[in-house]
Protein backbone atom coordinates (compact mmCIF):
# COMPACT_ATOMS: atom_id res chain seq x y z
CA UNK A 1 0.00 0.00 0.00
CA UNK A 2 3.01 2.20 0.92
CA UNK A 3 4.58 1.56 -2.63
CA UNK A 4 1.14 2.45 -4.46
CA UNK A 5 0.52 5.88 -2.51
CA UNK A 6 3.94 6.98 -3.34
CA UNK A 7 3.48 6.05 -7.49
CA UNK A 8 0.46 7.63 -6.62
CA UNK A 9 1.69 11.07 -5.32
CA UNK A 10 4.75 10.90 -7.94
CA UNK A 11 2.37 10.22 -10.69
CA UNK A 12 0.22 13.09 -9.36
CA UNK A 13 3.20 15.45 -9.26
CA UNK A 14 4.37 14.58 -12.87
CA UNK A 15 1.01 15.55 -14.63
CA UNK A 16 0.79 18.93 -12.34
CA UNK A 17 3.93 20.25 -13.30
CA UNK A 18 3.21 19.43 -16.91
CA UNK A 19 2.24 22.96 -18.01
CA UNK A 20 4.73 24.90 -15.83
CA UNK A 21 7.23 25.62 -18.75
CA UNK A 22 5.32 26.89 -21.27
CA UNK A 23 6.88 29.57 -23.39
CA UNK A 24 5.49 33.20 -22.15
CA UNK A 25 6.29 32.46 -18.43
CA UNK A 26 8.56 34.63 -16.97
CA UNK A 27 10.74 33.64 -14.12
CA UNK A 28 12.44 35.01 -10.56
CA UNK A 29 15.10 32.86 -8.52
CA UNK A 30 17.59 33.61 -6.20
CA UNK A 31 20.08 30.78 -4.89
CA UNK A 32 22.83 30.32 -1.96
CA UNK A 33 25.97 28.91 -3.08
CA UNK A 34 29.38 28.45 -1.07
CA UNK A 35 28.16 27.54 2.48
CA UNK A 36 31.72 25.25 1.92
CA UNK A 37 29.21 23.25 -0.96
CA UNK A 38 31.57 24.24 -3.56
CA UNK A 39 35.22 23.44 -3.85
CA UNK A 40 38.66 25.54 -5.86
CA UNK A 41 41.82 25.09 -5.07
CA UNK A 42 42.53 28.61 -4.08
CA UNK A 43 39.76 29.79 -1.34
CA UNK A 44 38.82 28.02 1.91
CA UNK A 45 35.63 29.23 3.32
CA UNK A 46 32.89 30.61 0.75
CA UNK A 47 29.47 32.00 0.81
CA UNK A 48 27.72 33.83 -2.19
CA UNK A 49 24.23 34.47 -2.97
CA UNK A 50 22.82 34.88 -6.84
CA UNK A 51 19.77 36.08 -8.58
CA UNK A 52 18.23 35.65 -11.49
CA UNK A 53 15.48 36.36 -14.32
CA UNK A 54 14.49 34.67 -16.88
CA UNK A 55 12.25 34.06 -19.58
CA UNK A 56 10.70 31.00 -21.29
CA UNK A 57 11.25 31.83 -24.45
CA UNK A 58 10.09 28.17 -26.26
CA UNK A 59 8.29 25.21 -24.21
CA UNK A 60 11.20 23.96 -22.15
CA UNK A 61 13.86 26.52 -22.91
CA UNK A 62 14.13 29.87 -20.78
CA UNK A 63 17.45 32.47 -21.05
CA UNK A 64 18.04 34.32 -18.33
CA UNK A 65 19.88 37.15 -16.38
CA UNK A 66 21.83 36.38 -13.16
CA UNK A 67 24.17 38.40 -10.73
CA UNK A 68 25.79 37.29 -7.84
CA UNK A 69 28.06 38.36 -4.56
CA UNK A 70 30.44 36.17 -3.68
CA UNK A 71 32.76 35.81 -0.33
CA UNK A 72 36.12 34.04 0.00
CA UNK A 73 38.41 33.17 2.60
CA UNK A 74 38.27 34.43 6.52
CA UNK A 75 39.79 38.33 4.77
CA UNK A 76 36.74 40.62 4.66
CA UNK A 77 37.86 41.78 1.37
CA UNK A 78 37.94 38.86 -0.61
CA UNK A 79 34.80 39.61 -2.29
CA UNK A 80 34.01 39.15 -5.93
CA UNK A 81 31.13 40.15 -8.50
CA UNK A 82 29.64 38.48 -11.13
CA UNK A 83 27.09 39.12 -13.83
CA UNK A 84 26.00 37.16 -16.59
CA UNK A 85 23.78 35.00 -18.95
CA UNK A 86 22.27 31.31 -18.94
CA UNK A 87 20.41 29.00 -21.10
CA UNK A 88 18.28 26.51 -19.50
CA UNK A 89 16.49 23.01 -21.12
CA UNK A 90 13.67 21.54 -19.18
CA UNK A 91 13.82 17.76 -19.49
CA UNK A 92 10.55 16.22 -20.42
CA UNK A 93 8.57 18.20 -18.59
CA UNK A 94 9.46 16.58 -15.11
CA UNK A 95 11.70 19.49 -13.47
CA UNK A 96 15.09 18.29 -14.51
CA UNK A 97 16.96 20.72 -16.43
CA UNK A 98 20.81 21.49 -18.15
CA UNK A 99 21.59 25.07 -18.29
CA UNK A 100 25.30 26.54 -19.72
CA UNK A 101 26.54 30.42 -18.75
CA UNK A 102 28.51 32.42 -19.06
CA UNK A 103 29.75 35.18 -16.38
CA UNK A 104 32.24 37.92 -16.23
CA UNK A 105 33.85 37.75 -12.97
CA UNK A 106 35.48 40.99 -10.96
CA UNK A 107 37.56 40.20 -7.91
CA UNK A 108 37.59 43.40 -6.42
CA UNK A 109 41.21 43.44 -5.70
CA UNK A 110 43.48 41.14 -8.23
CA UNK A 111 41.58 39.66 -11.78
CA UNK A 112 38.90 39.89 -13.77
CA UNK A 113 37.45 36.68 -15.45
CA UNK A 114 35.15 35.03 -17.84
CA UNK A 115 33.73 31.92 -16.49
CA UNK A 116 31.60 29.87 -18.55
CA UNK A 117 29.74 27.17 -16.68
CA UNK A 118 27.60 24.19 -16.81
CA UNK A 119 24.82 23.12 -13.62
CA UNK A 120 22.51 20.05 -13.26
CA UNK A 121 19.14 21.00 -11.39
CA UNK A 122 15.79 19.98 -10.40
CA UNK A 123 12.68 22.30 -9.73
CA UNK A 124 10.78 20.97 -7.23
CA UNK A 125 7.23 22.70 -7.20
CA UNK A 126 5.58 23.29 -3.36
CA UNK A 127 2.65 24.96 -4.72
CA UNK A 128 1.45 26.11 -8.59
CA UNK A 129 4.69 28.72 -8.76
CA UNK A 130 7.12 28.31 -6.39
CA UNK A 131 10.22 26.09 -6.25
CA UNK A 132 12.96 24.58 -4.30
CA UNK A 133 15.71 24.28 -7.04
CA UNK A 134 18.65 22.32 -5.89
CA UNK A 135 21.63 22.22 -8.41
CA UNK A 136 24.92 20.69 -8.46
CA UNK A 137 27.38 23.58 -11.11
CA UNK A 138 30.99 23.48 -12.55
CA UNK A 139 32.53 27.40 -13.72
CA UNK A 140 35.45 26.92 -15.87
CA UNK A 141 38.57 30.09 -15.21
CA UNK A 142 40.33 30.90 -18.00
CA UNK A 143 42.30 32.86 -15.97
CA UNK A 144 43.84 30.17 -13.73
CA UNK A 145 42.74 26.57 -13.19
CA UNK A 146 42.91 26.82 -9.46
CA UNK A 147 39.63 29.45 -9.53
CA UNK A 148 37.34 26.77 -11.50
CA UNK A 149 34.79 25.45 -9.20
CA UNK A 150 32.65 22.56 -8.68
CA UNK A 151 29.28 22.97 -6.06
CA UNK A 152 26.14 22.97 -5.03
CA UNK A 153 23.35 25.61 -4.89
CA UNK A 154 19.85 25.48 -3.06
CA UNK A 155 17.35 27.93 -4.80
CA UNK A 156 14.35 29.29 -4.65
CA UNK A 157 12.59 29.91 -7.77
CA UNK A 158 9.08 31.87 -8.70
CA UNK A 159 7.68 31.11 -12.13
CA UNK A 160 4.88 33.91 -12.64
CA UNK A 161 2.01 32.85 -15.22
CA UNK A 162 -0.03 35.24 -17.47
CA UNK A 163 -3.23 33.39 -16.34
Known amino acids: ???ISI???????????????????????????????????????????????????????????QAGLNHYGSDAVADNFTAGVGLRYYIAQNGLYLGVNGKFVHDYHSYNDVMPGAEVGYAFFI????????????????KNS??????LKIGLGIYLFDD
Not at 18 to 32: D, H, T
Not at 146 to 151: E, F, H, I, R
Open 127 to 142: NRSVTIEPAVYYNHSF
Open 7 to 65: VLVLLFTVLTVRAQFQAGKAYLGASLTGLNLSYNGQDGFNFGVEAKAGYLFEDNWMVLG
Open 146 to 151: DYSTVG
Open 1 to 3: MKK
